[in-house]
């Protein structure tokens, strides 16, 4: 489903130059992690089965094997389960993606385009999308291992995701809030070389979202490309 790779692959997030790890321990080994990965990755499975409403500010960069400097884009997020969630980017140019009841809308304001596309199961299970809506089970669907990697964030746990099943990524490296256990940084490595990262902040829960928030009006003369039709018949 490659209009989902292109909406969440067409930003994201690596903080240009984070400061190194501290030194390990005087004995040569890390300091002993409270939860084992496989705890951290199901209390953050359990973080967001309980959520109802979030939202947060999201930064999103790509890096690319073709590219000297990360594409950085920044904006807002809204989530309602059990399946509406819509991305709002402010900078560098306005546009949306809007998914909801399996379908993806993307709109981008400077061509003055609306794309609806049907979400396959497939999609929704290996990308920041199922982690959100809890469409994915980490222990099923991944090996999980401890992974320290270079953050400026404290009372973290970052852990290694390596999917069972050949996809997209190589593997996926996640860094979870202790204080809450939801999600605060995922770094998505392809197979590629290519490198996608979203970081969240100003994160809130249980907040009341208009309805509005998930219907996309579009200016009138706005090209629409329907994907969706072919899909139900």
């Known amino acids: ?39 951290a990755v199901a209390k953050l499975e359990q973080a967001l089965k309980a959520v109802t409403t ?38 560098p140019q306005d546009k949306v993606f809007l998914y909801k009841d399996g379908v993806l809308e993307m709109y981008l304001a400077e061509d003055k385009q609306l794309t609806r596309s049907p979400v396959s199961k497939e999609a929704l299970e290996s990308d920041i999308f199922g982690i959100f809506l809890g469409t994915m089970s980490f222990r099923d669907a991944y090996v999980v291992e401890d992974s320290p990697f270079p953050t400026d964030a404290t009372r973290v746990r970052q852990v290694r995701l390596t999917p069972k099943t050949e996809g997209d990524y190589s593997h996926i490296l996640l860094e979870i809030d202790e204080a809450t256990w939801l999600l605060r940084r995922a770094i998505f490595l392809e197979w590629a070389g290519n490198k996608r990262e979203f970081v969240f902040s100003q994160v809130r829960t249980g907040v009341r979202i208009p309805a509005k928030t998930f219907t996309l009006k579009v200016p009138a003369g706005t090209e629409i490309i329907d994907d969706t039709e072919g899909a139900r018949r």
Not at 13 to 32: E, F, H, K, T
């Open 1 to 39: 489903m490659k209009h989902l790779a292109v909406v969440i692959a067409c930003g994201l997030v690596l903080a240009a130059m984070r400061p190194p790890l501290p030194a390990p321990a005087a004995s040569g080994a890390w300091p002993a992690p409270a939860v084992s990965a496989e705890e």
């Open 54 to 91: 979030l939202q947060a500010r999201f930064e999103q960069l790509y890096y690319s094997m073709s590219i000297t400097e990360p594409l950085r884009e920044k904006g807002d997020l809204f989530l309602q389960k059990p399946e509406r969630m819509r991305w709002d980017y402010k900078t």
